[in-house]
């Protein structure tokens, strides 16, 4: 099991019998320039909201490959919008839990707002847990703190990616307060660095993370992790 980082919150989970492709921001963003978004043919796009920095290069993707895109309800009605037949989209919400052929993803809370890039309502924010291999991962999205975290502290959850770039989302200090609530130790940082508002100090939240006596990787654009 495997994860490439492409950028803001962009990563690629390589699975169990599928790929899955989260909030695809990538042409658009300066830093990651090297990558080729046609050389992405994943199984599955599932998008935690539809701001523009989450789904800029989503239509692109799904046309080169036919992956199902997997999103809120009212997000996914926005897919369908861009020419996206109904049979290649799942729209579900909070509580549900899709089987796919990686194994099971489940929607669960995110504090944050949501709007299309056309300006048009797209429902609510949204995180995703996923089981597959054995092994359980949690996909914040964009979120701020919130006590709702304390919910999957049971989930047994081996690996979060977690935003920690702040102004937007939770910072470096309150995703180590997440990492309680959820009971993780194994965290992957995303939604930082892409521009100003977002930079931080990478080495003081590695510090701080350690202190904590938690892992953080801060992977470079194009890197791949291995899931252990």
């Known amino acids: 099991m495997k994860a490439i980082y492409y950028g803001h919150s962009s990563v690629l989970l390589k699975l169990e019998g599928a790929t899955v492709l989260f909030d695809p921001f990538i042409s658009p963003n300066p830093k990651a320039a090297h990558i080729d978004i046609s050389s992405l043919k994943p199984n599955y796009i ?97 979120t701020a703190l919130t006590i709702e975290m304390k919910l999957l502290e049971n989930a047994g959850i081996d690996w979060a990616f977690l935003p920690i770039g702040g102004h937007f989302t939770m910072d470096v200090d309150d995703a180590i307060t997440a990492c309680r609530f959820i009971n993780c130790r194994h965290v992957v940082g995303i939604h930082y660095d892409t521009f100003p508002p977002i930079t931080i100090d990478r080495d003081t939240a590695k510090k701080k993370f350690a202190d904590a006596g938690l892992d953080l990787h801060l992977l470079e654009i194009g890197e791949e992790l291995t899931l252990l």
């Open 46 to 142: 599932v998008l935690s909201h539809a701001h523009e920095d989450h789904v800029a290069d989503m239509v692109a993707i799904q046309k080169n490959s036919g992956a199902t895109v997997m999103a809120i309800v009212e997000t996914a009605m926005w897919v369908n919008r861009q020419d996206i037949p109904e049979s290649e989209i799942i729209p579900f919400n909070f509580g549900g839990t899709v089987q796919a052929d990686f194994g099971t993803i489940k929607m669960v809370y995110a504090l944050h707002t949501n709007a299309a890039p056309d300006g048009q309502y797209a429902g609510v924010p949204a995180g995703y847990v996923l089981k597959s291999g054995g092994k359980t991962l949690y996909y914040a999205g964009d």
